[in-house]
């Protein structure tokens, strides 16, 4: 998905830190399995890791990113140009399609290696996540390369804001007071964790569908409309992390009862219904399961 060149993403909410050596994480063995399943499954930690770390060195490079040209040029200000545009997006849609009164989330970070959080130390192998104690996103950009080399993803820039999109739609959950429900320890195919993950799946939908209505402050669309081969590529991206194919590469089986995320065809399911239909379509915890 293209930027256009002219687009003003000066004020998309994003940041870089250098890496951090100190990182401490507390918890014991639980934080550590805990950390292993985020590896396996690219996911958010969902506010359940503890402690923390030394601060990461600040980098104001991204600072440079203004324009949707350089978006089109650099992944981290493609990032930025991302949470521009998301921003926009949710200030009407969050109110219109959900009654969610919107606010930004504190910050996005781009992070080199490893970085400390609210909800402890993160390293690149946790993968992108929301954190909800500081409502920050946390993304290391090599899982990009990841979702190619490791996940099998046809990657593209759209399938890289796909990943971002869907971070931000758990900070919409966050504010709708949803997210919390998917820490109830439930896993299965009708688990609310499950119900979360699709729902942001579909909230990313709902994003792509809009974004290239979505402008500045002068007027001019952030993105132009997405081709459908860019649309495949966010798919490939969302069914790469399903549940089932990640447990039979990482194990040789499925176990459903352990999903956490859904089906790779639940999670293209329910970006593409979000796609077609928008945010207010998005509804999986209203919804038995046989529906999900």
């Known amino acids: 998905m293209t930027f256009n060149p002219n687009a003003d993403i000066s004020g998309g909410k994003a940041s870089k830190r250098g890496r951090n050596t100190g990182i401490a994480v507390g918890g014991g063995l639980g934080v550590i399995a805990l950390v292993i399943v985020s590896q396996l499954l ?3 930690l969902t506010g359940l890791l503890g402690g923390g770390g030394e601060p990461s060195t600040p980098d104001a490079s991204i600072e440079e990113c203004l324009t949707g040209q350089a978006a089109n040029e650099r992944v981290d200000c493609r990032m930025k140009g991302a949470s521009a545009s998301l921003e926009t997006y949710w200030e009407q849609a969050a109110p219109e399609e959900l009654g969610v009164s919107y606010t930004a989330p504190q910050d996005f970070v781009l992070f080199d290696q ?22 920050t996103i946390y993304v290391d950009v090599t899982f990009f390369d990841e979702l190619e080399t490791r996940f099998g993803s046809s990657g593209g820039p759209l399938a890289q804001m796909y990943v971002v999109a869907h971070e931000w739609g758990h900070h919409v959950q966050n504010l709708a007071g949803t997210l919390s429900a998917a820490q109830d320890g439930q896993t299965g195919p009708t688990s609310n964790s499950v119900r979360t993950e699709l729902q942001a799946d579909c909230f990313a939908g709902a994003w792509v569908a809009n974004a290239a209505y979505t402008t500045d402050d002068k007027g001019v669309a952030f993105l132009v409309p997405p081709t459908a081969s860019e649309v495949a590529d966010a798919l490939s991206a ?8 990640i447990q039979q590469a990482a194990q040789g089986q499925v176990t459903p009862h352990t999903f956490t995320h859904g089906t790779s065809e639940q999670r293209q399911r329910w970006f593409t219904t979000g796609y077609e239909q928008g945010a207010a379509a998005c509804d999986t915890f209203g919804i038995d399961g046989s529906q999900l």
Not at 126 to 132: R, S, V
């Open 238 to 245: 969302a069914a790469a992390v399903g549940d089932d194919r």
């Open 114 to 135: 490893s970085t400390s959080t609210a909800c402890g130390g993160a390293t690149s192998a946790t993968g992108p996540f929301y954190c909800p104690p500081d409502q």
């Open 42 to 44: 690219g996911v958010d």
